[in-house]
Nanobody
Framework: QVEVVESGGGLVQPGGSTELSCVVR????????MAWYLQAPGNQRDFQRE???????????AYGDFVKGRFTISGDMTEKTMTLHMNSLETEDTGVYYC???????????????WGQGTRVTVAS
C-alpha cells in the first residue's frame, strides 16, 4: 500500500508566502519523480489539474510558466519527500494543490502513479 500525504497551505494574503510538503509512505522500491498540480476553483475534473512544478530523482526541476520565479520545488526522492516554496502569491494561485508521485513498487521498475488528497491554498485579503 502507498500513501501520499500533503500538508501546509491555508489562507495567505496576496504577495505573501507559504510552503507545501508531501511525503510518500509505503512499500516503495524507488521514485521516478514527484510533482505538484493545482486544481483551480471551478475546475472539478482530474484532467483540469495544472502542472505547477516537478522534480525527478536526479534533482532536475521544471515549472509551469505562471509560477516561474515565484515558486521553488525541492525534494529528496530517496526520502520520498517534496516541498513547494511559494512566494509572491497571487489570487490566481488559489485552489487545491495535489502531490503526484511516479514510483516503482519492485525491482522491475514498472511505473505506477499515485495522488494525494490535496491541500487547499486560498490567496485573499
Amino acid at each position: 500500500q502507498v500513501e501520499v500525504v500533503e500538508s501546509g497551505g491555508g489562507l495567505v494574503q496576496p504577495g505573501g508566502s507559504t510552503e507545501l510538503s508531501c511525503v510518500v509512505r509505503g512499500d516503495i522500491f524507488g521514485v521516478f519523480f514527484m510533482a505538484w498540480y493545482l486544481q483551480a476553483p471551478g475546475n472539478q475534473r482530474d484532467f483540469q489539474r495544472e502542472l505547477i512544478a516537478e522534480i525527478n530523482r536526479n534533482g532536475n526541476t521544471a515549472y509551469g510558466d505562471f509560477v516561474k520565479g515565484r515558486f521553488t520545488i525541492s525534494g529528496d526522492m530517496t526520502e520520498k519527500t517534496m516541498t513547494l516554496h511559494m512566494n509572491s502569491l497571487e489570487t490566481e494561485d488559489t485552489g487545491v494543490y495535489y502531490c503526484n508521485v511516479h514510483l516503482a513498487r519492485d525491482a522491475s521498475w514498472s511505473r505506477t502513479t499515485y495522488w494525494g488528497q490535496g491541500t487547499r491554498v486560498t490567496v485573499a485579503s
